[in-house]
């Protein structure tokens, strides 16, 4: 961060913010990924501005578990343009699908469908299994909170297959948490 090195963040970006999700060090993520973003948002270039974006992204989720949610979409926003702008598609899916998380809690569930229906399709096509898991866990708590329990059920059953093909144990739980909700409303 010091020295604004944008391939080194770039390169740390998920595993930090991987390690600060599991550990709810939401505070200490938030700072980290705002230094970061600060240290490069003035980069020229590409790639520079690509790894901006992508930070800009994790200190969005950060933002929003910090309970600043419209912060966290105007961060996600933010984050999503320049990774169109660049053609980005494969660092869009994390934006789209914790965007579309954010939109969720806010109570726009359009929106969080089509921008959660969007990474799909991007990580169906880029063979991104772990983006499509995510995406379909947003799409079953959704329809869970909009009263749809047999939708809610099948992307969360989708899902749940998803990580227990990569063999992600993490998200598994919340698909699990999401099915074990759903046969409760049932």
């Known amino acids: 961060v010091a020295n604004a090195d944008s391939a ?46 992508k930070l800009l992204a994790r200190l969005g989720w950060f933002t929003f578990y910090l309970g600043r949610q419209l912060e966290a979409k105007a961060l996600f926003d933010q984050s999503l343009a320049i990774l169109r702008r660049l053609g980005a598609r494969a660092d869009m899916v994390f934006t789209l699908n914790y965007l579309g998380a954010v939109c969720s809690y806010l109570g726009d569930y359009a929106q969080t469908r089509a921008l959660c229906r969007e990474s799909l399709a991007i990580a169906e096509s880029l063979g991104d299994d772990y983006g499509r898991a995510i995406a379909c866990n947003i799409l079953g708590q959704t329809a869970y909170e909009g009263g749809d329990y047999t939708e809610a059920q099948a992307w969360s059953q989708r899902s749940f297959a998803l990580e227990q093909q990569i063999g992600n144990g993490w998200s598994m739980a919340f698909s699990l948490t999401n099915l074990g909700k759903v046969a409760y409303a049932l």
């Open 8 to 53: 080194a963040l770039g390169l740390a970006a998920d595993s930090l913010c991987h390690f600060y999700d599991m550990r709810s060090w939401f505070h200490e993520g938030a700072e980290a990924f705002g230094a970061a973003s600060q240290a490069l948002a003035a980069q020229p270039g590409a790639e520079g501005q690509l790894i901006y974006g």
